[in-house]
Structure formats: structure tokens, C-alpha cells
């Protein structure tokens, strides 16, 4: 079982930056499909980006692609989500989570095994 703790919200302005980590413990996460999902008040959770277990495939949610970047460190056992170019739209609780098997299904919550407690990102103009 891996658990999994977000870092790095915060209060920004519009067209800011912030770079997310979900450090884990428990396991490698070598082995682990993972994933960021946010979720604004009164709305569902949201697939944001996803990435593979070497790094080397990366998904993106059509609202984050070009500003938003997904990287994992596996001997850090870190996941990241650069964020770039923030809207107030991006206002959410960003989680990160993780899955262990990899295929279709990606920016469904429904098939990641493990959540983080989640970051609050506030985006104001």
C-alpha cells in the first residue's frame, strides 16, 4: 500500500505559477500508474493529468494542456504538476493519486487505488 501527501498549494494571482508535489511512503512508486485530479466547490472531481510508470507517457486534460506539466521522480518517489499560466478557473483542491496497473481509464477517479488528502490552489485576478 503506498500513501500519498500533496504539498505545494497556495494563493496566487491570475497568470502565476505553482508546482505541486505528492511526496510517497510505503512503497516505490515505480510501479504505479499515477494522476492529478482537482475538485472546485460544488463540482465534481476532475481529471487533470495523468503519466505513466517510467514518465515516458504523459495525458492531459484539454482545460490544463500547454500550461500544465506532469513529471515524477521514481527515486525521489515524487509526483509533480507544474503549473503554468493559472486562470481563477483552476481554483480547486488538487489530489494526486495513484493506480497499479496502467491502460485505458486514466481520467477516471473511479480506477486509481490510493488518494492523497489534497492541496488547496486558489487562483485570484
Known amino acids: 500500500q503506498v500513501e500519498l501527501v500533496e504539498s505545494g498549494g497556495g494563493f496566487v494571482q491570475t497568470g502565476d505559477s505553482l508546482r505541486l508535489s505528492c511526496a510517497a511512503s510505503?512503497?516505490?512508486?515505480?510501479?504505479?500508474?499515477m494522476g492529478w485530479f482537482r475538485q472546485a466547490p460544488g463540482l465534481e472531481r476532475e481529471f487533470v493529468a495523468a503519466i505513466t510508470e517510467s514518465g515516458r507517457g504523459t495525458y492531459y486534460a484539454d482545460a490544463v494542456s500547454g500550461r500544465f506539466t506532469i513529471s515524477r521522480d521514481n527515486a525521489k518517489n515524487t509526483l509533480f504538476l507544474q503549473m503554468n499560466s493559472l486562470k481563477d478557473d483552476d481554483s480547486a483542491v488538487y489530489y494526486c493519486?495513484?493506480?497499479?496497473?496502467?491502460?485505458?481509464?486514466?481520467?477516471?477517479?473511479?480506477?486509481?487505488?490510493?488518494w492523497g488528502q489534497g492541496t488547496q490552489v486558489t487562483v485570484s485576478s
Open positions: 493519486a495513484a493506480r497499479d496497473y496502467s491502460g485505458s481509464g486514466y481520467h477516471v477517479d473511479q480506477t486509481y487505488n490510493y
Open positions: 510505503g512503497r516505490s512508486i515505480s510501479s504505479y500508474f
